[in-house]
């Protein structure tokens, strides 16, 4: 299951990265709270996930239409963020292990490194 999600993510990341449609800011804002959130959940240190937020917020309006869009999606990025980083005990979230956050997490700051993001 954990390397399904790992290429599930990654490929919902990179596609959301590659891709400056009019829902690329809003696909960026969910997949990078998704991951973002459950890196802080897992421990990753709160100044990589906030450089990481940083670099995920210019993407995002590089990639809005307009000013609204990026409000809207950057709206969505933090309420994912908070969801996946403070999961409700007993609820039916999807909780990735923190491996495999991890591990992605490792590959988005490689990325962005290799991008000149940084």
Do not use: K, W, Y
């Not at 690329?24 to 709270?33: D, K």
């Not at 933090?78 to 039916?92: M, S």
Request: hydrophobic share 45%.
């Amino acid at each position: 299951m954990s390397r399904i999600l790992a290429a599930a993510l990654a490929g919902f990341f990179l596609s959301g990265v590659a891709s400056a449609s009019t829902d690329g800011a809003t696909s960026l804002a969910v997949g990078g709270g998704f991951l973002l959130g459950n890196a802080d959940r897992c421990g990753v240190s709160g100044e990589r996930v906030a450089r990481a937020g940083r670099i995920i917020d210019r993407l995002i309006r590089a990639a809005a239409g307009d000013a609204g869009e990026a409000r809207s999606a950057e709206q969505r990025f933090a309420a994912v963020f908070l969801a996946t980083a403070h999961p409700q005990a007993g609820g039916h979230a999807l909780i990735p292990s923190c491996r495999v956050v991890r591990a992605q997490f490792d590959r988005l700051e490689r990325h962005h490194r290799q991008a000149g993001l940084d």
